[in-house]
């Protein structure tokens, strides 16, 4: 069993950067693909970003193309993202989530297997 642990959300003032760190063990995590979706209070779960397994792809939302950057590293079993230049509106509950099996770029949860319990993420105006 896959398990999914996120780390590194906080209160962060807006134009401020924070760090999402997601832990994995119980599987081989370098042949899945990672993603990382958010949800804000009284909103659907939405798509952030993804990685291949190998982190030579990647592809984002375009709410937060040129702020965020997602990174793996396949050693230490975990997936990074970066967030710079907060907006109020990026405030939600992120999710890192492993796709084990599609093999594509999926942007869509329900190509997830496996999903952490979330870490808060509060941006102040």
């Known amino acids: 069993q896959v398990q999914l642990v996120e780390s590194g959300g906080g209160l962060v003032q807006a134009g401020g950067s924070l760090r999402l760190s997601c832990a994995a063990s119980g599987g081989t995590f370098s042949t899945y693909y990672m993603g990382w979706f958010r949800q804000a209070p009284g909103k659907e779960r939405e798509f952030v970003a993804v990685i291949s397994w190998s982190g030579r792809m990647t592809n984002y939302a375009d709410s937060v193309k040129g702020r965020f950057t997602i990174s793996r590293d396949n050693a230490k079993n975990t997936v990074y993202l970066q967030m710079n230049s907060l907006k109020p509106e990026d405030t939600a509950v992120y999710y890192c989530?492993?796709?084990?099996?599609?093999?594509?770029?999926?942007?869509?949860?329900?190509?997830?297997?496996?999903w952490g319990q979330g870490t808060q993420v509060t941006v102040s105006s």
């Open positions: 989530a492993a796709d084990r099996s599609s093999g594509r770029m999926s942007t869509e949860s329900l190509a997830y297997d496996y």
